[in-house]
């Protein structure tokens, strides 16, 4: 959003000035303006909201939050509209910040009962120490209400908002930005988090961030600074995510062959362009979409794969066993892969890979190294996320009044994690943008560890 | 970098033109010489695995350094463009292609990743020369390093089942039989047969030494103390690529739980993930295919593969068996496959890591997991 910053100039040119005169008189005025500058950014975010509402975009095409905003303020007839017909209207950042923080309660009331799994709920909003960016919120908002998923959608739009709100940052007068900017990162990183639990993906583009914020030269003019930031989260997202994409979409596009019977779970962004690459390629396969409650997220892939002109199957997870025993190969997505080969992804993989393997189907996970995680994985009890119930019905759509009734039972509660482990002797290989490799063999990466840059 | 490209680009024009002015001097095998290249890579592959000695990966990377010392290139660029066309000859002229596969592969990424210190490109090029050369001697004693670190694992009248020929256990074997009491039984190894040639070198050297037939494995499982088998390559899941009938003996021997050993000089190690055995490059829509239909289809008969009008009294059996159009063989006194049938059956085969016990190398004694480790670490990094 660089065109939305006005007082950037002169911010610069504050930061520049000998410091020493009245700094606390000079920093509250800021903050007043920033304020205010934030207030108008809220509305138009709220507007911008609506319009994406009413239009019911693909959460991808939230992921340019910059354009999308620009796009509200080049119309401000359509905006308008929208605000008109957005239900609260414009409440400011205070009272944005209070609803998420009443879902986040609603959801914990929910899963109270659930005594075991109650480490799986929201944390407990804290209160938000300094403020909080209008992007920011606009996209914990979007994490809470799951109109972006995946790890790497997430990924990218949490990066993409920090642009935002490095560009509109200014250095606080006896401070340097890299010291301070991640001070002022960190309450937006805990807002997001307070929105939706921190994927992995989120955790290790933020570490190589803050790597890149502390060790940014101090004698930088600001603004270069933060320019040279922005290029840095470009980078990672480029080489990371988008070029580490075309390599796995290539290297899995070999696997496949001329006649075989894929099997996929759920929905995964680089499985999807996997198939739809080795379908251009000319390949003849079929691929049969497995999905489950409460998300069903295989019915967009289907959507996206029967419209390209793939013969497709759709079964629900129970099917699986009837089925697995004609499949040539399973191909999945992962959220993030441990140091111990584990695979951790959307709840019913490790069913799918297990059976599989039962069958002597090779499993094979589409993965970016980005997406390694150091920690060492064993079950899916102790980390975990549940769907909100509000989100996902647990029941099917015509029992409709059912679904009220039920929930309402106080003996009656309902349990949908978001996420499994698919242990390592149940995964044949891992397609990373390195190569092919066996689960085991991820820690032996040396790029996956960051140690190394591309 | 354009500049280079374009030099690269004009390069094969240039051999092109040069291969008439030059008289074939360093082609000794004239027959071989249907690419029109100065430097013929398959003929000096050829020549030098007439060593005995020579693997197939090491003759490919001595191959490839006589190449360097042949190449006219100026740059880095047009040097590792032509060691990749190069390469591309060899894999294309054999049948299997995978070990040398891992040669190849090998070399092109140590000449890529060597370090650029020499003053000129000639110097870089005759330093690549004595590297290639001085690791291929190096390699040559790799197998007597493996045939130590197997010696641990071989108890006195310990009694030993191999697959086939293969140098790396010969050596151990041989080696084994200096200090310890061994006996070794010995497949046949068909289609090659190349078990006869093992069973003749251990015989030779007093070691007590049996014929075992390929169908017979299961038989003799349960007398073996344990399994030793070379291999082709060894892959990055950690599994095993070699002579057909080694994933049998691995299944039989997990399933009578004896380990299975297989040795592999380092430089057999390749980046290569099979799936499957249909995954492997050396599979085609070939190899294990039911007979498409003759060259004399009869309308009748266009529904079923082809049978000859002799054997039409029993069309489904003959039909559905690669012996189809057999009568020939069958009215010869010994029932044997045609070479044509032989030839649809697979050379090499995959064996899954979790087949495998230990993998011996020059780099040490490692698990399937090890290996994979080992690679990923080599060229991923």
């Known amino acids: 959003m660089p065109s939305a910053v006005v007082p950037l100039p002169e911010a610069a040119g504050q930061s520049s000035a000998p410091p020493g005169t009245l700094p606390a008189k000079s920093q509250k005025q800021m903050t007043k303006a920033e304020r205010r500058e934030m207030q108008e950014r809220q509305r138009a975010a709220k507007a911008e909201k609506a319009t994406q509402n009413q239009s019911k975009n693909s959460p991808k095409s939230s992921n340019k939050p910059a354009q999308t905003s620009k796009e509200g303020a080049l119309a401000p007839r359509r905006a308008s509209k929208a605000a008109d017909l957005a239900p609260k209207g414009f409440q400011g950042a205070g009272g944005q910040s209070k609803d998420v923080k009443a879902s986040g309660e609603d959801k914990s009331a929910h899963t109270r009962g659930l005594r075991i799994f ?236 297990m059976m599989a393997k039962q069958h002597l189907v090779p499993v094979v996970v589409c993965c970016e190294t980005y997406k390694f995680s150091e920690t060492v994985q064993l079950d899916s009890f102790t980390r975990n996320e ?56 991820i820690s032996s990466i040396p790029l996956a560890l960051g140690r190394t840059m591309l | 970098m354009p500049v280079a490209s374009a030099v690269g680009i004009h390069h094969p024009a240039q051999t092109l033109k040069s291969s008439s002015a030059l008289p074939a001097t360093i082609l000794e095998d004239p027959s071989r010489s249907l690419s029109q290249e100065s430097f013929d890579v398959y003929a000096s592959y050829q020549r030098i695995l007439e060593n005995e000695e020579i693997a197939t990966p090491l003759a490919a990377i001595l191959a490839l350094t006589e190449l360097i010392e042949h190449s006219k290139a100026g740059t880095m660029f047009e040097l590792v463009k032509e060691l990749h066309d190069a390469a591309e000859i060899l894999k294309r002229r054999t049948t299997n292609a995978i070990s040398l596969n891992a040669g190849t592969e090998l070399f092109i990424a140590f000449v890529t990743l060597f370090p650029h210190e020499s003053d000129s490109f000639a110097d870089l090029k005759t330093e690549l020369v004595k590297q290639g050369q001085k ?55 068909r289609p090659r047969g190349l078990g006869v040639k093992t069973y003749e070198a251990l015989t030779a050297a007093g070691i007590p030494c049996t014929m075992v037939l390929d169908s017979a494995v299961a038989y003799v499982m349960d007398m073996v103390d344990f399994i030793l088998v070379g291999s082709e390559a060894v892959v990055e899941s950690g599994g095993l690529i070699n002579a057909v009938g080694s994933n049998q003996i691995a299944i039989i021997a997990k399933a009578a739980k004896k380990p299975f050993y297989a040795l592999a000089e380092s430089y057999k190690f390749h980046r290569l993930f099979p799936l499957s055995q249909y995954d492997l490059p050396t599979h085609t829509d070939d190899i294990l295919s039911f007979p498409r239909h003759a060259q004399r289809p009869s309308p009748a008969l266009t529904a079923r593969p082809s049978v000859a009008p002799s054997t039409s009294s029993n069309p489904l059996v003959s039909g559905h068996l690669p012996i189809g159009r057999s009568k020939s063989s069958t009215s010869s006194s010994q029932l044997a496959m045609t070479p044509e049938q032989i030839l649809r059956n697979p050379k090499v085969d995959y064996t899954m890591p979790d087949l495998i016990s230990l993998v011996f190398s020059d780099v040490g004694i490692l698990t399937p997991e090890g290996v994979s480790q080992y690679l990923v670490g080599m060229f991923a990094g």
């Open chain 1, 118 to 353: 109650s480490h799986f709920g929201l944390p407990k909003p804290t209160a938000h120490k300094g403020e909080v960016h209008p992007t920011i919120v606009r996209l914990g908002l979007q994490f809470s209400e799951f109109k972006i998923t995946g790890a790497n959608a997430r990924c990218i739009a949490t990066l993409t908002a920090f642009k935002t709100v490095i560009q509109d940052y200014v250095t606080p007068p006896n401070n340097t930005l890299s010291r301070h900017l991640m001070t002022y990162l960190s309450p937006q990183i805990s807002y997001l988090v307070s929105a939706r639990p921190m994927s992995v993906t989120m955790g290790n583009a933020i570490r190589q961030l803050k790597l890149d914020i502390s060790g940014t030269d101090i004698d930088l003019p600001e603004q270069d600074a933060k320019d040279a930031l922005c290029d840095k989260i470009d980078t990672y997202i480029r080489d990371r995510i988008i070029a580490a994409d075309q390599v796995i979409e290539e290297t899995a596009g070999n696997k496949i062959k001329d006649g075989d019977a894929i099997l996929t779970y759920a929905r995964s962004s680089v499985v999807e362009k996997v198939l739809l690459a080795a379908y251009a390629d000319g390949k003849q396969f079929t691929v049969t979409v497995v999905d489950s409650r409460p998300m069903l997220e295989g019915k967009k892939l289907l959507e996206v794969l029967s419209f390209a002109g793939i013969q497709c199957t759709y079964l629900l997870l129970p099917a699986v066993g009837s089925v697995i025993t004609e499949i040539s190969m399973v191909l999945v997505g992962a959220h993030s892969l441990h140091s111990n080969g584990a695979v951790f992804s959307r709840a019913g993989t490790a069913l799918v890979a």
């Open chain 1, 386 to 441: 549940l769907a909100p119930v509000e989100l996902f019905n647990s029941f099917p759509q015509n029992k409709q009044q059912d679904l009220s009734s039920l929930s309402d039972q106080p003996n009656l509660q309902i349990l949908n994690p978001l996420y499994d482990l698919t242990p390592p002797s149940s995964i044949t290989a891992v397609v990373t943008e390195v190569g092919v490799i066996p689960p085991s063999s």
């Open chain 2, 135 to 189: 690791y291929a001697a190096e390699a040559l004693t790799y197998r007597s390093k493996i045939s130590e670190l197997a010696l641990d694992f071989i108890k006195d009248d310990s009694v030993i089942l191999t697959h086939s020929y293969s140098r790396v256990v010969m050596q151990t074997l041989l080696r084994a039989h200096k200090q310890k009491r061994i006996s070794v039984y010995v497949t046949e190894a």
